[in-house]
C-alpha cells in the first residue's frame, strides 16, 4: 500500500525545494516570531539561543535520520550514545580540571576539544559494539528491531547509573566560553555561538563527504535503493557499520555539547532529548541530513520562542508542529528515503 | 521495503516443546499455570491477607488487562505504540479529578471514568488516522512523543492533575475497610477464613470482576472474525488489503478498542490507589513494563499476558528484596555489590530481555504452545 502512494519526487524538484520552498519554514518562522515578541534584543537572544540549540539537536538527529535510511534500522537506543558522550565529555573535563577552568584561552579550548574528542571516539566505539551485537541479528525485523534497541537503552541507562551513579554531576565550562558577549544591545553566551558553529563545521563537513566523496556517493545511493547498490557488487553492510559509527559518534558529541551547555547532567538526559530528536527526524524526513538541519533548526526556534511567549507550551508546541507538518507532508519535508 | 516480519527464521528453530507432536507439555503447562494464577487472584483475599500482598495481586489484576489491550496492537495487529501509558492515564485521571472535584461517590467514578474513556477514545482515532498510514516505525515515533507530551502537561496543567504531585482522594464508602458487607449477630463483620467481610474485600473484588470481564471480553475480541482479519494484516498487510480489508480502518478501529480498555484500567488503578500521579500511571518507566510484560509472555497470546504480568510483577516486588539480600553477602567483594545493588535490577531485566527477543521471540508461552505472534 505504502510504496505507491509515496508522492515520488524527483531530484529537480528536490533541487527548487532547497533553494526556496521548505527551507525557508525557520525564516518565516522567526518573522512571525519577531512580531509576536516586539522586542528586537529579546528576540535576537532567543533566535540564537534557538539556533545553538538546534544546532546540538542536529549533531544527534542526523546520525538517527541517516541510519534508518541506509538500512532501514531505527535505532530506539540512539539517546544511549547522547547520555554516553554528555557523561564521558563531562568526566575528561573534570580530569582536565585546570587546564579547563585556569585562565589561558588556549588550554581552555583544547580541553574542550579533547573532552569533545573523546566524547565522540568512544561514541563510535560503542557504535560498532552496538551495531554487531545488538543490531547485526535483527536485521529486516521492525518489530524486535524497536524491542531490542529498547532494551539495549535500559541496559545502556543502568550501565551510565552504575559507573557514574544517580546523583546529577556538573559538568565544568571552559573559561573562554563562560559569559556573554553584548553586540548592538543584544547580549549572547558564547557557549552558543561555539555550538552553533561547531554544528555549522559538522553539517559543512558532512555535507561535502555525502555530495563530493566516492563514499558520500555510495551511501546517498544506497540511501535511494540498497537492493541496487548491491546488486553492483558494493558492500553495503560494511558501509552501514561505518554510517552506523559515524551516527553514534554524532550522538555522542551532540551529548557532550549538550552536556556543556546544561552544566548539570543526570542519566536521563538522552532520553529527554530523544523526543526532540524524533520529531526532529519526523519533521525533516527520513535518510536526509538536510531535512534533519531544516527539522532541528525548526524546533530549537520553536522552543525557544515558544518557551519565551507561552512557557507550559514548550514541549507541546513541537509536537503540535509535528503534527501539522506530519498533515501537511506525510513523510516530513525533505525525505531522502522513497519507500 | 516490506513490512512482513520474518522472524520466523528464528522462531522456527527446534526449541523445546514447539513440535507439534511435543506440545501437550506445553499445553498442560501453560493451562495449568493459568488456571492456577485464576485461582490465586480470585481468593488473594483469604489466601494472603496481608496488605502487601493485596497490593501485589490488584496490580497483577490491572496489568494483566492492561497488557493484554497492549497485546491486541502489538501482538495481534503488529503495531508498535508508544502510547498505551497516555491512554491508561487518561482513563486514570478522568476517574481521580472527578472523584476529587464531585466527591466520592460510585456516579463520580462512572462520570469521571467515562469521560476518561471517550478522552481515550477520541485521542485514539485522531492519532489512528492521521498515522496510522505510514510505516511502522513512524507510528512508533509519533505516539512516544504523543506520550511523552502528555506526562509534560499532567505536570504542567497542576491546577487539575496537582502537577508532580499527583492527586489524593477519598473513594465510595462501599469500599472502605470500615464498612461491613456482612454482619454477624454482634454487629461485626462475618470473618471468612479469619478474614473480615469488609469494603476492602469489596473493593478487591471490583477491581478484580472488572478486569476479568475486560480480559474475557478480549479473549473473545481475538477470536472473533475481527480478530482473525488483525492477524492478516499482521502476517501480509499488502495481501490483505488486497482482499479486500481496509488496513487502515481495521487498524484505527484496534487501536481505538485497545486505547479504550486501557483507560479502563487505568480507572481501575485510580480506584484501588486512591491516588494518581505522574509516575503511577503515565511514565516512560510503566510503558517499559507493558512492553517487557507482553514480550516475556508471549506476543499474539492473550494467555501470555498473564503469565507476563505474573512474572514481571512478582520480580519487581520480591527480585529486589532477593538482590539486596545477594549484595549484603557480596559486601566485601569488588563491583559484585554494585551490579547486586537493588536499584539495578532493570540491568538484569534488560539483559535477560534482550536475549529473550533474541533466543525466543515468541515469548514463554508461544514457545510452550507451538506458536506466537511472529510466526
Known amino acids: 500500500m505504502s510504496d505507491t502512494s509515496i508522492p515520488f519526487r524527483t531530484r529537480m524538484s528536490a533541487g527548487i525545494d532547497r533553494f526556496g520552498g521548505v527551507m525557508l519554514l525557520p525564516v518565516v518562522l522567526a518573522f512571525i516570531a519577531f512580531v509576536l515578541i516586539g522586542q528586537p534584543s529579546t528576540w535576537a537572544t532567543l533566535t540564537i539561543a534557538g539556533l545553538a540549540m538546534g544546532m546540538m539537536i542536529f549533531l544527534m538527529a542526523s546520525g538517527l535520520s541517516l541510519i534508518f535510511g541506509l538500512m532501514d534500522v531505527l535505532n530506539f537506543g540512539h539517546s544511549a550514545f547522547a547520555t554516553a558522550g554528555a557523561f564521558v565529555g563531562a568526566t575528561v573535563l573534570a580530569w582536565l580540571g585546570f587546564w579547563v577552568t585556569g585562565g589561558n584561552p588556549a588550554l581552555n579550548l583544547a580541553g574542550l576539544l579533547l573532552a569533545i574528542a573523546a566524547a565522540t571516539i568512544f561514541g563510535a566505539l560503542a557504535g560498532w559494539f552496538f551495531e554487531r551485537v545488538v543490531i547485526k541479528p535483527v536485521y529486516q525485523d521492525h518489530l524486535r528491531q524497536i524491542l531490542i534497541t529498547v532494551g539495549a537503552l535500559i541496559v545502556a541507562e543502568e550501565l551510565v547509573l552504575l559507573i557514574w551513579g544517580g546523583a546529577p554531576i556538573p559538568v565544568p565550562r571552559p573559561a573562554v566560553l563562560t559569559g556573554s558577549i553584548v553586540f548592538a544591545g543584544v547580549s549572547v553566551e558564547i557557549y552558543r555561538i561555539f555550538a552553533f558553529l561547531l554544528g555549522l563545521v559538522v553539517y559543512v563537513a558532512m555535507y561535502l563527504v555525502l555530495n563530493r566523496t566516492r563514499l558520500g556517493l555510495l551511501i546517498r545511493a544506497g540511501v535511494e535503493n540498497r537492493e541496487m547498490v548491491e546488486a553492483l557488487g558494493f558492500r553495503i553492510d560494511r558501509l552501514f557499520i561505518l554510517v552506523f559509527m559515524a551516527g553514534s559518534a554524532l550522538a555522542a558529541m551532540g551529548g557532550a555539547m549538550w552536556a556543556g551547555y546544561q552544566g548539570l547532567i543526570t542519566a536521563a538526559l538522552g532520553s529527554e532529548m530523544m523526543i526532540l530528536v524524533f520529531i526532529v527526524v519526523i519533521i525533516g524526513g527520513l535518510g536526509s541530513i538536510q531535512g534533519s538541519l531544516l527539522g532541528a533548526l525548526l524546533v530549537g526556534l520553536m522552543a525557544n520562542y515558544v518557551a519565551f511567549l507561552v512557557p507550559k507550551m514548550a514541549l507541546a508546541s513541537n509536537m503540535l508542529l509535528m503534527m501539522a507538518i506530519l498533515l501537511w507532508r506525510p513523510y516530513g519535508l525533505l525525505p531522502a528515503v522513497k519507500r | ?375
Open chain 2, 1 to 375: 521495503m516490506s513490512m512482513v516480519h520474518n522472524s520466523s527464521a528464528l522462531a522456527s528453530k527446534p526449541v523445546p516443546g514447539s513440535a507439534i507432536s511435543a506440545n501437550w507439555p506445553g499445553r498442560v503447562i501453560v493451562y495449568g499455570a493459568v488456571a492456577l494464577i485464576g485461582l490465586a487472584l480470585a481468593l488473594a483475599p483469604f489466601l494472603f491477607p496481608d496488605v502487601r500482598s493485596q497490593e501485589v495481586a490488584a496490580r497483577i489484576c490491572v496489568f494483566i488487562v492492561l497488557v493484554a489491550s497492549y497485546d491486541l496492537l502489538i501482538g495481534y495487529t503488529g503495531i508498535v505504540s508508544f502510547a498505551h501509558t497516555m491512554f491508561f492515564g487518561l482513563g486514570a485521571y478522568g476517574t481521580a479529578i472527578a472523584l476529587k472535584t464531585m466527591g466520592p461517590g460510585l456516579e463520580s467514578i462512572l462520570v469521571g471514568g467515562g469521560i476518561g474513556v471517550v478522552a481515550a477514545l477520541v485521542l485514539a482515532l485522531l492519532i489512528g488516522l492521521l498515522s496510522l498510514r505510514v510505516k511502522a516505525i513512524f507510528f512508533a515515533m509519533v505516539t512516544l512523543s504523543a506520550a511523552s507530551v502528555m506526562m509534560v502537561l499532567a505536570s504542567q496543567l497542576s491546577d487539575f492533575t496537582g502537577g508532580e504531585d499527583g492527586i489524593t482522594y477519598s473513594i465510595p464508602r462501599l469500599f472502605s475497610p470500615a464498612v461491613e458487607l456482612l454482619s454477624d449477630a454482634e454487629g461485626k463483620a462475618v470473618r471468612v477464613f479469619g478474614v473480615p467481610l469488609n469494603g476492602k474485600i469489596a473493593l478487591y473484588y471490583f477491581v478484580f470482576i472488572s478486569a476479568l470481564v475486560l480480559f474475557l471480553a478480549m479473549m473473545r475480541i481475538v477470536a472473533s472474525p475481527l480478530g482473525s482479519v488483525l492477524k492478516a494484516i499482521r502476517e501480509n498487510e499488502l495481501r490483505a488489503e488486497a482482499i479486500g480489508y481496509r488496513v487502515v480502518v481495521y487498524r484505527t478501529t484496534i487501536f481505538c478498542i485497545a486505547a479504550g480498555i486501557a483507560a479502563c484500567a487505568g480507572i481501575l488503578r485510580a480506584v484501588w490507589l486512591k491516588y494518581t500521579g505522574p509516575d503511577v500511571v503515565l511514565s516512560f518507566d510503566i510503558m517499559i513494563d507493558i512492553l517487557l510484560m507482553v514480550v516475556i509472555g508471549g506476543m499474539g497470546t492473550m494467555l501470555g499476558a498473564v503469565i507476563g504480568v505474573v512474572l514481571m510483577t512478582l520480580a519487581q516486588y520480591y527480585l529486589k528484596d532477593l538482590m539486596a539480600l545477594g549484595a549484603e553477602a557480596t559486601g566485601n567483594l569488588p563491583l559484585v555489590p554494585d551490579l547486586l545493588n537493588p536499584e539495578r535490577w532493570l540491568l538484569w531485566l534488560g539483559l535477560g530481555f534482550i536475549l529473550l527477543v533474541y533466543f525466543f521471540p515468541s515469548g514463554i508461552v508461544g514457545t510452550l504452545l507451538g506458536k506466537g505472534g511472529q510466526k
